[in-house]
């Protein structure tokens, strides 16, 4: 079992910065994958970025490509998401979520079996 909890979203300007982060607790979590994904009002929730478990290999959206970096620390229990270059289409909640993924697919909602409660991003044009 794995409880994920998101923090760092705020409201910021366009084309400035924020770093989320998705603290877990539960032993195996350094074994699991982890996924951002978003959704803004009245849209599906849309992946945005993955890690591996061991952080060697990371993934990406396009429309977050080149602006977006993810992390983690298993030391801490914890993966980041460093968004750069905010955009007023980056508004939406973000959901971290975490899987052994043991088919590799990284971007589709439902491979994930624990999620985070979201938080929120605004981004201001």
């Known amino acids: 079992q794995v409880q994920l909890v998101e923090s760092g979203g705020g409201l910021v300007q366009a084309g400035g910065s924020l770093r989320l982060s998705c603290a877990a607790s539960g032993r195996t979590f350094s074994s699991y994958a982890v996924g951002w994904f978003r959704q803004a009002p009245g849209k599906e929730r849309e992946f945005v970025a993955a890690?591996?478990?061991?952080?060697?290999?990371?993934y990406y959206a396009d429309s977050v490509k080149g602006r977006a970096t993810i992390s983690r620390d298993n030391a801490k229990t914890t993966v980041y998401l460093q968004m750069n270059s905010l955009r007023p289409e980056d508004t939406a909640v973000y959901y971290c979520?975490?899987?052994?993924?043991?088919?590799?697919?990284?971007?589709?909602?439902?491979?994930?079996?624990?999620w985070g409660q979201g938080t929120q991003v605004t981004v201001s044009s």
């Open positions: 979520a975490a899987d052994p993924l043991t088919r590799g697919i990284v971007e589709v909602p439902n491979e994930y079996n624990y």
């Open positions: 890690i591996s478990w061991s952080g060697l290999n990371t």
